[in-house]
């Protein structure tokens, strides 16, 4: 073996056109770098990044992502450590993302930075936060995380992000419509989809809501024994399958069905259970009140969370569904002394 000699070296530097020039393998479906709609506002390129790099790292070190470590999954304020926060959800939504896009060949860091932003705009409490803040904008189509997520990264915590990830942030929900733009996009609707079914079990089996047996038949005879990474593994395979035989992101009838089967039993005997609905019921109060409370005190709002051209009540909503579980509780404990939430 020849020695490198004083001036060479086995390392240099991996340019954003070298990045930018290894996108030309990915399949015609991936969206490129150097295809972007762009930003809201140009900026000059990195000299290392590609425009989905840059994307990743600013959804990363935002205050938003950095919360969703103390927002909730599907358990509200829970006692044990291993249960699914909003933060955990996002990691293993990102890691069954970039496996999809790896062996679909579609572009892994745009996957990544739409995956590790889904859901920054979600609120505390999970769904029944959102339901809280919903019933404030009836009249206005609506409250939703996804537009939310948009929202941050546009106004509250501006970071010109491109707008392939805006557009997989506000389509990762499979009822918003439009559908996502891209096949990344796509991707993070069914990694999204995938995660949170199988935490989510795994979950209440933990919290002994549920057992094993449980499990409907037609799921077992579809996903096999009831196993979060059989299971995970099983649906992801269904996706890789049938995206390459339709030429598009899908997946596997059969499998569709079963995890349409699936999503159904978790929404009765998990998410709907008359304890779970109690505890959304009591957590929609302390929104409401921290909501009403602001409406009132809009002066008790921070500076740094508050868009002076947006009107009161959105202002509320920005700052209520940006906090954590537990300083949503803090704060509401603060003002109004209550017994909690359990």
């Given at each position: ?5 004083p001036?060479?070296s086995?390392i240099?530097p991996v ?18 770098s150097?295809?972007?709609a762009?930003?809201?506002r ?5 000299a290392y990044r ?14 938003a992502f950095?919360?969703?470590k103390?927002?909730t999954?599907?358990?509200?304020n ?11 959800h996002t ?8 496996a ?8 892994e860091?745009?996957?990544?930075a ?8 979600h609120?505390?409490?999970g769904h029944a936060?959102?339901?809280?803040l919903d ?10 995380h996804?537009?939310?997520?948009v929202?941050?990264f ?17 389509a990762?929900?499979?009822r918003?419509q439009?559908p996502?733009?891209t ?7 069914f990694?999204?989809?995938?995660a949170?079914?199988?935490h989510?079990?795994?979950d209440?089996m ?11 038949a037609?799921i ?6 009831v ?5 995970i593994n099983?649906?992801?395979e269904?996706?890789i399958?049938e ?8 997946m596997d ?5 079963a995890?349409?089967?699936?999503r ?5 005997k998990?998410y ?7 505890q ?11 909501v009403?409370?602001?409406l009132?005190?809009?002066g008790?709002?921070?500076?740094s ?6 009107e009161?009540l959105?202002?509320?909503?920005d ?5 954590t579980d537990?300083?949503a509780?803090?704060l509401h404990d ?9």
């Amino acid at each position: 073996m020849s020695k490198a000699g004083p001036n060479s070296s086995v390392i240099r530097p991996v340019r954003r056109q070298d990045r930018e020039a290894r996108e030309a393998m990915l399949s015609p479906l991936a969206m490129r770098s150097t295809r972007s709609a762009g930003r809201s506002r140009p900026e000059a390129p990195d000299a290392y990044r590609t425009g989905f790099e840059l994307d990743r790292d600013r959804v990363l070190h935002s205050k938003a992502f950095r919360r969703l470590k103390h927002k909730t999954q599907v358990f509200i304020n829970p006692e044990g450590d291993h249960f699914v926060t909003r933060m955990s959800h996002t990691l293993q939504v990102t890691q069954i993302g970039r496996a999809l896009a790896v062996a679909l060949g579609l572009n892994e860091v745009l996957t990544e930075a739409i995956c590790l932003a889904h859901d920054c705009g979600h609120t505390p409490f999970g769904h029944a936060g959102e339901a809280a803040l919903d019933e404030y904008m009836t009249d206005a189509g609506g409250w939703r995380h996804s537009d939310q997520g948009v929202r941050i990264f546009q106004v509250l915590e501006p970071r010109n992000l491109t707008a392939e990830v805006l557009d997989g942030i506000r389509a990762h929900t499979w009822r918003v419509q439009p559908p996502p733009q891209t096949a990344e996009g796509w991707v993070c609707r069914f990694a999204d989809r995938i995660a949170y079914l199988n935490h989510d079990l795994n979950d209440a089996m933990r919290a002994g809501v549920i057992d094993a047996a449980d499990v409907p038949a037609e799921i077992v005879t579809a996903l096999g024994p009831v196993r979060e990474r059989s299971w995970i593994n099983a649906m992801i395979e269904a996706v890789i399958a049938e995206s390459c035989r339709r030429g598009r992101v899908s997946m596997d009838a059969n499998i569709m069905l079963a995890m349409k089967h699936f999503r159904e039993f978790m929404f009765e005997k998990v998410y709907q259970r008359r304890e779970a609905r109690a505890q959304a019921d009591r957590a929609r109060g302390v929104i409401h009140q921290l909501v009403e409370h602001h409406l009132a005190h809009p002066g008790d709002i921070p500076d740094s969370y508050r868009s002076e051209d947006s009107e009161p009540l959105v202002q509320v909503l920005d700052y209520v569904a940006g906090m954590t579980d537990r300083f949503a509780l803090t704060l509401h404990d603060r003002l109004f002394r209550p017994r909690g939430l359990v």
